[in-house]
């Protein structure tokens, strides 16, 4: 039993990857003891300057990693997500320490950016890692990157501008980032990732006003990407007040609205959709992104979702609108 096991572990020290030589994007902190703290140091050593601490099951963003000594291996790790302050972190005006591999555990498949070779380039692009080995990380169809580009962040805190996500990986155990996603995608003008996302079969239910009870437009997935790519203008009722027809694009619908912006999950929240009206709400959830208006008007987005097979799809978008 003991020879079967010392070879199993002599196989994985010859196929576990060289983290010196392609680190991991990101990693977990294990093998802490129960109420003590991985100490981060200002320096790859135990003789360091303390600059923080970690504490089991955190997770933190690895830039490189160093053999020490033949049985010491340390890593450059900073937070994990651009959007989390650096005193709750790492303490004030710390950007990254060092802290020994034993105590990490490297992960190589997440969301990355990608640091672009042209500095004038517009807007942050950012992929889905599936995997990196010599300094060369995969990503979807077949692309191939040199992980010294790639940095891993947080995807759901509004960092990047384009995302290219593999299929597989849509599943959203937190529903409010699949809402998150859709606005984003909405006033971004993000089609083919809406198309994706509009239910296979009941396709999608929009309306200007704020239940579905008037004037909704209903679009399959490929109708919705055919009228939002042509610009052809919709009619969506008339205005409350004084009575003006509404004429709309899908493009100039959602940009209408665009003040409807919720960098974070916590501006979203779940509401009974029985009072939008919805037809056939049975199986159905409802969220709402709170608009961040100051004047004395506001709109809050609506989105409707309903589970088909393992995943959940957008069938209805509405906007809560109120004026004083």
């Known amino acids: 039993m003991r020879f079967i096991l010392a070879i199993f572990l002599l196989f994985g020290l010859l196929f576990a990857k060289d983290i010196t030589k392609t680190p991991p994007l990101k990693a977990l902190v294990i093998n802490v003891p129960k109420g003590d703290v991985l100490n981060i140091r200002a320096k790859p050593s135990y003789r360091s300057k303390k600059v923080f601490f970690l504490k089991n099951s955190e997770v933190v963003s690895v830039n490189r990693c160093i053999k020490v000594s033949k049985k010491s291996t340390w890593c450059n790790i900073e937070p994990f997500g651009f959007f989390r302050y650096k005193d709750s972190n790492f303490g004030r005006n710390i950007d990254s320490g060092w802290v020994n591999a034993k105590y990490l555990k490297p992960i190589y498949k997440t969301y990355a950016s990608v640091e672009e070779d042209d500095p004038n380039a517009e807007g942050v692009s950012c992929v889905y890692v599936l995997n990196c080995k010599n300094k060369i990380c995969n990503i979807l169809n077949e692309v191939s990157i040199?992980?010294?580009?790639?940095?891993?962040?947080?995807?759901?805190?509004?960092?990047?501008?384009?995302?290219?996500?593999?299929?597989?990986?849509?599943?959203?155990?937190?529903?409010?980032?699949?809402?998150?996603?859709?606005?984003?995608?909405?006033?971004?003008?993000?089609?083919?990732?809406?198309?994706?996302?509009?239910?296979?079969?009941?396709?999608?239910?929009?309306?200007?006003?704020?239940t579905f009870a008037r004037f909704n437009k209903h679009f399959s997935a490929s109708s919705f990407a055919k009228f939002y790519e042509n610009g052809k203008k919709i009619y969506w009722g008339v205005s409350e007040g004084r009575g003006d027809k509404i004429?709309?694009?899908?493009?100039?619908?959602?940009?209408k609205f665009h003040n409807v912006n919720a960098p974070y999950k916590d501006?979203?929240?779940?509401?009974?959709?029985?009072?939008?009206?919805?037809?056939?709400?049975?199986?159905?959830?409802?969220?709402?992104?709170?608009?961040?208006?100051?004047?004395?008007?506001?709109?809050?987005?609506?989105?409707?979702?309903?589970k088909y097979k393992e995943h959940y799809y957008v069938v209805g978008i509405l906007f809560d609108r109120w004026s004083i």
């Open 146 to 210: 040199k992980r010294s580009k790639l940095k891993a962040f947080d995807p759901y805190g509004g960092y990047c501008d384009y995302i290219a996500l593999p299929w597989k990986f849509q599943k959203y155990k937190d529903l409010r980032f699949l809402v998150l996603d859709i606005q984003k995608w909405t006033n971004l003008g993000y089609v083919d990732k809406m198309k994706q996302r509009i239910h296979p079969k009941n396709g999608i239910l929009i309306t200007y006003y704020t």
């Open 247 to 255: 004429y709309l694009s899908l493009e100039e619908f959602f940009s």
């Open 267 to 306: 501006s979203i929240k779940r509401v009974n959709l029985s009072r939008y009206g919805f037809p056939n709400p049975k199986g159905k959830v409802a969220y709402k992104i709170k608009s961040l208006h100051k004047d004395n008007s506001w709109v809050d987005m609506v989105v409707v979702l309903q």
